[in-house]
């Protein structure tokens, strides 16, 4: 009786090794597609987040906002404005003394703090002050809250319930008697305005505590 081989042939390992191949490259290019989706995702997510913390941050201090002027580090100069808000390209963009300074390690420091934010190469960051009257030797604690910011713009609502691009307005100190009056001067609310590339322009209107 003749004999039959048990093993392959040379076209049947192959067309196996040509499958498996086929499967291998398709398997990795799925798995590939997968991994970068997730990393686009996790991005995007963290500059949700950046996005939803800066807002928060910036509503907080501006709804603590205290009518508290400062000294300028050079003790000849005149005060401080309690509320600074430049117009666009002006450095800070904003300054402003606010309350409600958590101070949980009991530090002997005041309950009101100095902040100030600057957008710089499209970076949105927040520095406050560890006193609220600094010196030419004072330094400032740095966070940034933002980054890929195409522009960042307030406007202020005055008393008589119009928008103005810097605070205080160009006009004269409606409604104040004295030149203290004036430093403590704060708008009835500011409206905050995003632009990123990714969500566009954002908007919010925060109010200012009487």
């Given at each position: 009786?003749?004999?039959?081989?048990?093993?392959?042939?040379?076209?049947?390992?192959?067309?196996?090794?040509?499958?498996?191949?086929?499967?291998?490259?398709?398997?990795?290019?799925?798995?590939?597609?997968?991994?970068?989706?997730?990393?686009?995702?996790?991005?995007?997510?963290?500059?949700?987040?950046?996005?939803?913390?800066?807002?928060?941050?910036?509503?907080?201090?501006?709804?603590?906002?205290?009518?508290?002027?400062?000294?300028?580090?050079?003790?000849?100069?005149?005060?401080?404005?309690?509320?600074?808000?430049?117009?666009?390209?002006?450095?800070?963009?904003?300054?402003l003394t606010r309350e409600g300074w958590a101070n949980p390690a009991g530090l002997q420091r005041p309950g009101l703090q100095r902040v100030a934010y600057y957008l710089e190469n499209g970076t949105l960051r927040r520095e406050y002050w560890n006193v609220l009257d600094p010196?030419?030797?004072?330094?400032?604690?740095?966070?940034?809250?933002?980054?890929?910011?195409?522009?960042?713009?307030?406007?202020?609502?005055?008393?008589?319930?119009?928008?103005?691009?810097?605070?205080?307005?160009?006009?004269?100190?409606?409604?104040?008697?004295?030149?203290?009056?004036?430093?403590?001067?704060?708008?009835?609310?500011?409206?905050?305005?995003?632009?990123?590339?990714?969500?566009?322009?954002?908007?919010?209107?925060?109010?200012?505590?009487?």
């Amino acid at each position: 009786m003749r004999r039959h081989s048990g093993g392959f042939t040379l076209i049947e390992l192959a067309v196996a090794i040509l499958i498996v191949a086929v499967i291998a490259a398709i398997g990795y290019s799925t798995l590939n597609q997968a991994i970068k989706s997730h990393e686009m995702l996790r991005d995007e997510q963290t500059r949700l987040l950046s996005l939803q913390n800066a807002v928060r941050v910036l509503e907080q201090d501006l709804m603590q906002a205290a009518p508290r002027p400062v000294r300028q580090a050079v003790g000849d100069d005149p005060p401080q404005l309690a509320f600074v808000g430049a117009a666009p390209g002006s450095q800070p963009v904003l300054a402003l003394t606010r309350e409600g300074w958590a101070n949980p390690a009991g530090l002997q420091r005041p309950g009101l703090q100095r902040v100030a934010y600057y957008l710089e190469n499209g970076t949105l960051r927040r520095e406050y002050w560890n006193v609220l009257d600094p010196t030419l030797a004072s330094t400032t604690v740095k966070h940034e809250l933002m980054q890929h910011v195409k522009t960042f713009t307030l406007r202020y609502l005055d008393v008589n319930h119009n928008w103005q691009t810097q605070w205080p307005p160009a006009t004269s100190c409606q409604g104040c008697t004295s030149s203290e009056q004036a430093l403590r001067q704060r708008p009835l609310a500011v409206e905050i305005t995003f632009e990123t590339d990714e969500w566009g322009k954002i908007v919010r209107i925060v109010e200012i505590a009487a």
